[in-house]
């Protein structure tokens, strides 16, 4: 039930960003989902892909710091409301979410978020229980 998202590490200076999108697209991985953290000297770009095994060689090989993490999706109703449910859970669980974000688009009535949290297997298992959905590895990287 964990989606894998890849973390680079980039120096904070014009054109970072836009080489590791020229190279992850000349070689057909497809981002569905980012979220850039920066501070003066340097960013953290997380993303989702849909072969993060191969991103990660990829940029190795381009000469990038890349890690990978295990993350969660799941999806909620995109309307007023329809993340607090999914918090709400966490938050009764005790477990503490270290940061979020959003897909880039939406299917349907629903919005996929991704978490990263302090426990992810009594998260999954809390969601589930209280009938969040909690999307595979392989419905991600299809999206």
Known sequence: MFVEQISIFLENKSGRLAEVTKILGENHIDISALSIADTTDFGILRLIVNNPGKAVEILKENGFTVSSTNVI?????DKPGGLSKALEVLHDAKIGIEYM???VGKTEEDAKVLLRVDSPENAVKALEANG???????QVYKL
């Not at 999706?73 to 109703?77: F, L, P, S």
């Not at 969040?132 to 392989?138: G, I, Q, S, Y």
């Open 101 to 103: 974000y959003a897909f």
């Open 73 to 77: 999706a799941v999806e909620v109703a």
């Open 132 to 138: 969040v959905k909690v999307l595979t590895a392989n």
